[in-house]
């Protein structure tokens, strides 16, 4: 009986001193507390930007600490050895300030990277690693950096495709990173893109990018409100341009124009006309004072005249060339005569 207890209470004191030896190591364990990484930085916006890795030692022994940054999960772009000055690689050399100091700890002081109005090249992920001899602890964040457009345009303009009236409607932007969306579309309208927008990358690292779509205009609302949408997915960036298109028929509500009938166009005028319409035609006849011009224009007559209308008009027309004649001959024998006049008076 006496052993058994015995054997317990060993038992339970080797269980308790586990317990403690382990809360012992657990408050000694090196303690990454935040990550501050900027997830989002439009070039232009910032001077400079703050990588952190705050982390805190724990009464853990600072024999052997290393703080070292990678950036995207295989590169070291900074490091710094406890008791040495840090050091960057020819990434980030040109951006960071090795000088910066992120806390007057001098287990801390430099656990941060200082970046320099950061370049484009420099999205992607970073991870930061805290190392002792005793421990080791990592953490990571993203961070992208932005270009806006530098031009965003959106135009239309109307062609015709088997006989068909097509609306063409061209988007397009330049000098993006990362690399952009587009869409195209009509309000009230279901989703008419269906190609792919065509996406150029140049030398620079930036992106240009255009889309078009045809759209029927009979399929079009009289007033089509047409928008086009530019996002940078990873940046959480989105701008848009919007314009107002009239379809051909409200278009004709707005506005007019003159026709001019061509010449088998005239057939198909309302008859209801035709008696203003053969004055027209008549009065084109006399004004050439012949009866040759009269035969030339005598197709103008035939919508509104029936066969007997027609020939007592050509009569009329031949009186009247008739008169016409007979006063210009009048005209020129008194013009003779007036010579022959002045020629007995001197």
């Given at each position: ?303 509104c005249f029936n066969n007997k209308t027609i020939n007592t008009t050509l009569k009329s027309l031949a009186r009247t060339e008739t008169s016409t004649e007979d006063t210009e001959s009048k005209h020129i024998k008194e013009k003779e005569n007036n010579k022959i006049r002045v020629r007995d008076i001197l």
């Amino acid at each position: 009986m006496m052993t058994t207890m015995t054997t317990r209470c060993h038992w339970l004191l080797l269980v308790s001193s586990l317990l403690i030896l382990g809360c012992i190591l657990e408050s000694q364990q090196l303690v990454i507390k935040s990550v501050n990484v900027p997830s989002a930085v439009k070039i232009g916006d910032v001077d400079h930007v703050i990588l952190d890795c705050d982390y805190a030692l724990e009464n853990t022994s600072s024999h052997g600490l290393v703080v070292k940054w990678f950036f995207n999960d295989e590169q070291v772009v900074y490091q710094w050895i406890y008791g040495r000055v840090p050091v960057a690689n020819e990434l980030i050399a040109r951006y960071v300030d090795l000088t910066y100091k992120a806390s007057d700890d001098p287990f801390t002081e430099y656990r941060a990277i200082k970046l320099n109005k950061p370049g484009i090249h420099l999205t992607g992920d970073y991870t930061c690693v805290i190392s002792t001899f005793e421990d080791e602890r990592a953490a990571n964040a993203s961070m992208v950096i932005y270009s806006t457009e530098e031009s965003f345009d959106f135009e239309y303009r109307k062609k015709n495709i088997d006989d068909k009236d097509i609306l063409e409607t061209t988007c397009k932007a330049k000098g993006l990173y990362p690399q952009p969306t587009l869409n195209i579309s009509v309000k009230d309208v279901a989703e008419k893109q269906t190609l792919k927008p065509t996406v150029t990358l140049r030398e620079d690292g930036l992106y240009d990018i255009l889309s078009r779509v045809d759209l029927l205009d009979e399929q079009l609302p009289e007033a089509a409100e047409l928008k086009c949408t530019l996002d940078i997915p990873r940046a959480n960036y989105s701008v848009s341009r919007k314009t107002v298109y009239y379809s051909a028929g409200t278009a004709s509500a707005t506005s007019s124009a003159t026709t001019i009938p061509h010449k088998m166009d005239i057939q198909t005028l309302d008859s209801s006309n035709s008696g203003n319409y053969c004055m027209v035609a008549a009065t084109l006849s006399i004004a050439h004072r012949s009866v040759l011009s009269c035969y030339r224009y005598i197709w103008l007559f035939l919508p509104c005249f029936n066969n007997k209308t027609i020939n007592t008009t050509l009569k009329s027309l031949a009186r009247t060339e008739t008169s016409t004649e007979d006063t210009e001959s009048k005209h020129i024998k008194e013009k003779e005569n007036n010579k022959i006049r002045v020629r007995d008076i001197l």
